[in-house]
């Protein structure tokens, strides 16, 4: 059973800065592409940041320049550094991570529980 665990989230203030991170544990046989979503209230869950096996990365816009998806793949963990954030990133950021149970299957998508991050006008 794999479980990704989340912290880090909080109240901020406009202009504040918040880490994110997210620890994959259980029997893996590799993890391919971690990344971060987020949902407001009344609002459909969104991709914020991507990280891929080989490092890329990919932003939406409205974070581009502002936050930073990193991954430790020896401790099966990805961060989320978020600086400059603004009321409207105010939402449940939630950890994805495509996991590969066995070297002969398919990867398998998991997510967090969710934290939540609130920032104040």
């Known amino acids: 059973q794999v479980q990704l665990v989340e912290s880090g989230g909080g109240l901020v203030q406009a202009g504040g800065s918040l880490r994110l991170s997210c620890a994959a544990s259980g029997s893996t046989f590799g993890i391919n592409g971690m990344g971060w979503y987020r949902q407001a209230p009344g609002k459909q869950r969104e991709l914020v940041a991507v990280?891929?096996?080989?490092?890329?990365?990919s932003y939406a816009e409205s974070v581009k320049g502002r936050f930073t998806i990193s991954r430790d793949n020896a401790k099966n963990t990805v961060y989320l550094q978020m600086s400059s954030l603004k009321p409207e990133d105010t939402a449940v950021y939630y950890c994805n991570a495509a996991v590969r149970l066995s070297p002969w299957s398919a990867s398998v998508d998991y997510w967090g529980q969710g934290t939540q991050v609130t920032v104040s006008s």
């Open positions: 990280i891929r096996s080989g490092g890329s990365t």
